[in-house]
Nanobody, 132 residues
């Protein structure tokens, strides 16, 4: 059974930075696409950054140029470096792993149909709060 555990969330002022981590275990993370999602209150969960086993990354327009996704294959850890944070980045952030579907990094972005999302392994989430 795969397990994912996020850490690194917190409260920061607008313009600040945070680095999220997602520790994975229970399967070979290098074989799959990993994704960072976020869900703000009253909004749908959306994929904002994804990376495949070759290190190719894709980003939602809302975070492009400010966030960087990376993965450490040796440690099976996924990261999300966030700079120039804005109040609208306030959300619960989740990491997820695709081990069945074989989605591309582009397919992982945006709002994912629940039937597809249920095929991913999910972490419990970490809260990011950005104050103005």
């Amino acid at each position: 059974q795969a397990q994912l555990l996020e850490s690194g969330g917190g409260s920061v002022q607008s313009g600040g930075s945070l680095r999220l981590s997602c520790a994975t275990s229970g399967y070979t993370a290098t074989a799959h696409t990993l994704v960072w999602f976020r869900q703000a209150p009253g909004k749908e969960r959306e994929g904002i950054a994804s990376i495949d086993s070759d290190g190719n990354a894709a980003y939602a327009d809302s975070v492009k140029g400010r966030f960087t996704i990376s993965r450490d294959n040796a440690k099976t850890t996924l990261y999300l470096q966030m700079h120039s944070l804005k109040p609208e980045d306030t959300a619960m952030y989740y990491c997820a792993a695709d081990h069945l579907i074989g989605m591309t990094t582009a397919q992982a972005l945006g709002v994912m149909p629940e039937g597809v999302a249920s095929g991913l392994f999910w972490g419990q989430g970490t809260q990011v709060t950005v104050s103005s």
